[in-house]
Structure formats: C-alpha cells, structure tokens
C-alpha cells in the first residue's frame, strides 16, 4: 500500500502476537484488526467535529491546535490529500481506515509525540523547559527511567565537556579589553596553575545538582500544568511555557546555592577549598547567608528569553519539517530531532547569555566591600562601559564549542541507559 516505513510491520506482528511465537496466525490478526479498528473509529470520531461522516481540512487544523501544533490551511490540505482516495478533498470513514489499517500509529497523540521538545538534550544550562510525559507513561512509572537516564546522560556529558565549561567561567569573570584570554592561552594558564585535573575543578557539583533540579523543576511543571490548564484539556503552547519558566524558576530557586558554589569552586585556584563543604563554610563565614544568592535576580530573568526563544524556535523548525515530510512519515529520525533541538537550544542560550555573564560575575565576586558590590544594571553598565557591546558576550566561544559534543554525548549516553532500564 505503499504506507510502510522501517519498524512498521514488526510492530504490527508484536502487538497482535499473543501466543509470543513472532508470527501472527488467522485469529490474532483479525483480532488485531478489530482491536485496531475501534481505536482509529474512535479517532476518526473525534476528528469528525460537525458529525457528518467525513473530515476536512479545517477539522484537521482544530484538531493539531489542540495538540499544541499549529498547521496553516497548505498543510492541512496535504495532510488530507495523503489518506484521500477518490480525490473529494474531505476523508470518509472507509478512505480513514484504509490508511490507517495497517499503520502502527493509533491516535493523532502518537504521532505528536515523536516530536516531543525534549530536554534529554544536555548543553550543561538549566534552563530548558521540562520534558513532558504521557499520562500512560506516569501511571507505569516510566516517568522517573527517563528522567533518571537524562541525568546520567547529562552527568557524562557535562563530565565530558568540563574543560570548556571552566574555560567558559574563566572568560566571563576575568576575560576584558585589556586582559585577552584565548583558548589556547587559557588552558595552559590552568594547567600550568594547578595539573591537568584543575580542568574539571567545579565539575563535582555541576554534576550533583542534576539529580535535585531535575526532578524539582519536573514535579513543579505537573503542578504549574494542572493550576493552569482547565479539567481535561490540551494545555496550550503559551501555558506550557508558562509552567515551564515557573518550574525552572523553582528548581533555580531551591539549588541556587549550589550554582554559587560550582562557580567558586570553578575559579578556585590551588589550595583555596579542599572541597565542596569547605568552599560553603568559607562563604559562610566571610560574606554570609546572601552570598548564596548572588546573581539570582539575572539568573532569574534569563530563564524567560531562553525557554521563549527555545520553544519557539522548535516549534517552527518542527512545523516546517512536518510541512515537507507530513505525506511519509510523522517520525522525523534521531539526526533530524536532535539537530532542531541543538539549533532552538544555542538560539536561546544567544539570547540569554549576557544575563548568564551578569550571573556568574555576581556570583564570583568574593568578599568584595559591600559598597563595592554593583547591582545587575550598574554591572551591566560597567561591562558595556568598558568593553562595548561585545563584552557581554564574552566566553561564548567555548560555550558554543561545547555544544555540539555535549549534545552528542547525552544522546548517546541517554540511549544507552533507557535500553539499560528498559525503556
């Protein structure tokens, strides 16, 4: 029928093989069938709106909406046009089933959930907004597997993409017009200054908080998403990002302290901590309880335009794929999801970084005179002041140079790892 693609027809076998022998005999397909049947008759209902046997194109349109996918009138059309036989422009009942027959997809959710914006894609920022699961996936519990592979995957990555990351700190804390740090030079500077291991100075914490802020940020996105959206609706895309930015709010609220520390410790020279506790009661000490929290009210505001951006700009790479390959496929393959959320992730990081170099410069300043301490607009200020423009976006060289290898990394590791649990 010209409708299959890889995969396809060993799903079919598997979910209709009840003896577990790999094939299907007489009875185990017509069971399958009719199982099937009610399924797509259920579906084919729902998309029915005006209850007159056929769907058409604005119907389509209704429907994505309330999937959170936005689809102009063009590729409703071509949508309809891949399952219309006899050429009406509306799908009946029959032309429905026969499309869908022996296509392993049963409901339009399916097919949207291929592109669900994940944040299983670690670029070592936090400000992602949360992944979003089923309400099958909660009630079997395959929920926290997936979000314990992510962590995993972004404990390896993170790991792995370490040096660049400190390089990255370095940069924006002590990089100016008048002291140049390069790459090349700035890596010899550390490894002269304390060994090849003070290239993942920081590392441990940045690490330690994936674990707490995953799944912080993941409870209070459920909880946002419920106050938000009304009983037994779609939550649109703006309410979505919505409870995205609040839940990262609160997870950036509750291991802020942490954030402080991964960047003391980070620029830490050889002997100054001899360790995590000891970097916190050192703080303690000298500055106080607030230390804690400086360049929270940065790091706050940065989460908005990077979850914004990020969204958005998935959202319309997504479209725009779907808008070419809707007659094949609604699976877009790995290289194609990871490639959209690479590009919508460094589109957001632009837009945020200079808040993120505001941050780590608040957070950085040790026990400087209290009225020595600039707030965010007068840092803002002093950096454009003295560097121009650019200043604020000092360090985003091996900011973006990690991208790429991080992204990998956590893919891979992530792939691994839901095989490893069984997912």
């Known amino acids: 029928m010209g409708i299959f693609r890889q995969g396809a027809a060993q799903k079919i ?27 797509l008759r259920l579906t084919f209902k729902s998309l029915d709106r005006n209850n007159d046997g056929r769907i058409d194109a604005s119907e389509i349109q209704q429907s994505l909406a309330e999937l959170g ?4 009138r063009e590729d409703a ?19 429905w089933r026969e499309h869908f027959l022996l296509h392993p997809a049963q409901n339009l959710e399916e097919i949207i959930r291929y592109w669900k914006h994940s944040s299983v894609l670690d670029i070592g920022d936090s400000l992602a907004i949360p992944d979003e699961f089923t309400e099958e996936e909660k009630s079997s519990g395959g929920w926290w597997k997936q979000l314990s592979a992510g962590a995993v995957a972004g404990a390896v990555s993170r790991t792995g993409t370490a040096p660049l990351d400190r390089m990255k700190v370095f940069m924006q804390v002590h990089s100016s017009k008048t002291n140049r740090i390069s790459l090349v030079g700035g890596f010899k500077q550390m490894i002269i200054e304390g060994g090849l291991t003070s290239l993942w100075r920081g590392n ?12 912080i940020k993941f409870m209070a996105y459920e909880q946002y ?25 609160t997870a950036q609220t509750a291991i802020y302290p942490m954030e402080v520390l991964k960047t003391r410790l980070t620029l830490r020279k050889t002997g100054q901590y001899s360790g995590m506790f000891d970097c916190a009661k050192k703080i303690l000490r000298k500055e106080g309880v607030k ?20 969204l958005a700009v998935y959202e319309s790479l997504k479209n725009a794929w779907l808008s070419y390959h809707i007659k094949d496929s609604a699976n877009p393959g790995v290289l194609v999801l990871v490639a959209c959320g690479t590009i919508s992730s460094t589109c957001g990081q632009l837009a945020s970084y200079p808040l993120a170099l505001v941050r780590t410069r608040m957070q950085a ?9 600039p707030s965010m607009t007068s840092l803002v200020k002093k950096i454009v002041a003295k560097d121009g423009f650019f200043g604020l976006y000092r360090g985003i060289l091996p900011n973006f ?6 992204v990998s990394i956590s893919y891979v590791v992530y792939e691994y790892m839901k095989t490893g649990l069984g997912i």
């Not at 996918?69 to 102009?72: A, K």
């Not at 690490?207 to 802020?213: G, R, T």
Request: glycine share 8%.
């Open 13 to 39: 076998v598997s979910s209709g093989d009840q003896n577990k022998d790999g094939s299907l005999d007489f009875n185990e397909f017509s069971k399958y069938l009719k199982d099937h049947e009610k399924k």
């Open 77 to 95: 059309l071509k949508i309809l046009q891949s399952m219309d036989i006899d050429g009406t422009m509306m799908v009946d009942w029959n032309e």
């Open 291 to 310: 230390a804690f929290y400086k360049g929270y009210v940065p790091n706050l505001v940065g989460i908005i335009p990077y979850a914004g951006i990020d």
């Open 69 to 72: 996918m936005d689809v102009n």
């Open 225 to 249: 998403k419920k106050l938000l959206s009304s009983e037994g609706k779609k939550i649109e895309t703006h309410k979505r990002f919505m409870a995205g930015s609040l839940a990262g709010a």
């Open 204 to 215: 441990g914490i940045n690490v330690l908080k994936i674990a707490p802020e995953t799944a």
């Open 365 to 373: 300043q040790a026990s400087l005179d209290a009225s020595d301490q």
């Open 401 to 406: 140079m990690k991208v790429i290898p991080a």
